[in-house]
């Protein structure tokens, strides 16, 4: 059976060239200009509150007038009537369009047949995503997504791994809420680390060390060593998720956990139509996290992506003989961003 009537493609490239406009003025200060004046305001006013020249203010804002992002007042005066929140959030991800378009060349060669299989994260991807990592959002996953897991033992005072642990701005905020726990971070990337270590001499932290390695390759003196093992972001893009999680069942104990953590999209095309976390994911992986799945030098990896989904990935933790055991009142064959699981 065909899916849901095909939306309007002319307004779908309409609103993708809206988009651009929007995140370019959330790049260069202008919604940070509107979200601080007194709305509704002039075009002259705004250029003023943002440094810029009044003509390019205009334009911008006829763009968005048009689109309906922009309202349009008595006497030629414009507001931006979306709360804070959600236009530094959303202005931040407009931002994706000339980041992802960076790696265009890159991916016009992996497609074709006889080109290279993959590429690694680009510079200003990371430097993207580092753009998510915002205290507040550290704070609201800990205590949405982390802390339900943590609960599973019932006890403050644990060790806790963070595989592929980025710059390790989750792992210290999970070490500063439990000082009597040890928390370690992994990550193949080094800059990622050293920036990780920076940070953890400039908070001041103790109980919390980095390490640069692979994850398909830890400590052999880590068997059974860790209550929790949480994979933040990891599986869908690693070259090499059967070795990662062969190494996650050797170092957690016989009673600990493991989350895995990845965006909540079917495995199944039929369940991404007209999804919205499968709208947003699936471009980023176009552009970044599949063609890091196939970047391995060996050639093994599995070409994930986020397309590999809920589905597949549970099941390949499974088969890897771990047990998924439900957190929270979400049913384990619920698509979801989050996978316990136990030996």
Not at 153 to 182: I, M, W
Not at 300 to 320: F, M, P, S
Request: net charge negative; glycine share 10%; proline share 6%.
């Amino acid at each position: 059976m065909a899916s849901s009537e095909p939306r309007d493609l002319e307004q779908v490239v309409r609103d993708g060239l809206s988009t651009l406009v929007f995140g370019f003025g959330y790049r260069v200060g202008i919604v940070d200009g509107f979200i601080k004046i007194k709305q509704p305001c002039t075009a002259e006013e705004l250029a003023q509150k943002v440094g810029m020249k009044r003509r390019y203010i205009e334009e911008w804002l006829s763009c968005l007038a048009a689109a309906g992002i922009v309202r349009v007042h008595d006497g030629d005066r414009f507001s931006l009537p979306y709360d804070e929140a959600k236009l530094r959030l959303q202005g931040h991800v407009a931002g994706a369009l000339p980041t992802l378009s960076e790696s265009m060349p890159l991916l016009e060669q992996v497609i074709r047949t006889d080109g290279p299989r993959g590429y690694k994260y680009t510079e200003p991807f990371l430097k993207f995503v580092e753009g998510f990592s915002t205290p507040a959002s550290i704070e609201n996953w800990v205590k949405a997504s982390l802390v339900p897991v943590l609960q599973l033992k019932e006890r403050d005072q644990f060790t806790l791994l963070d595989l592929g642990c980025g710059y390790g701005n989750h792992a210290r905020r999970v070490a500063q809420v439990y000082p009597k726990s040890s928390v370690y971070g992994v990550d193949m990337d080094k800059i990622s680390i050293d920036r990780a270590n920076e940070g953890t001499q400039k908070d001041g932290l103790k109980n919390v060390q980095f390490l640069c390695n692979v994850g398909g390759n830890l400590p052999a003196d880590w068997t059974e060593k860790f209550d929790f093992v949480i994979i933040n972001q990891v599986l869908h893009d690693a070259p090499g998720v059967d070795a990662i999680l062969k190494e996650v069942k050797r170092v957690i104990k016989s009673d600990g956990f493991g989350a895995a953590y990845d965006p909540p999209v079917s495995s199944y095309p039929k369940n991404q139509v007209n999804h919205k976390w499968a709208q947003q994911a699936l471009p980023f992986s176009f552009f970044s996290c599949l063609p890091m799945s196939l970047s391995d030098p060996s050639e093994t990896g599995d070409g994930l992506g986020v397309g590999w989904g809920y589905e597949n990935r549970k099941a390949k933790i499974e088969q890897h003989g771990f047990h998924v055991v439900p957190c929270g009142d979400i049913d384990i064959d619920t698509v979801q961003d989050r996978i316990v699981f136990k030996k």
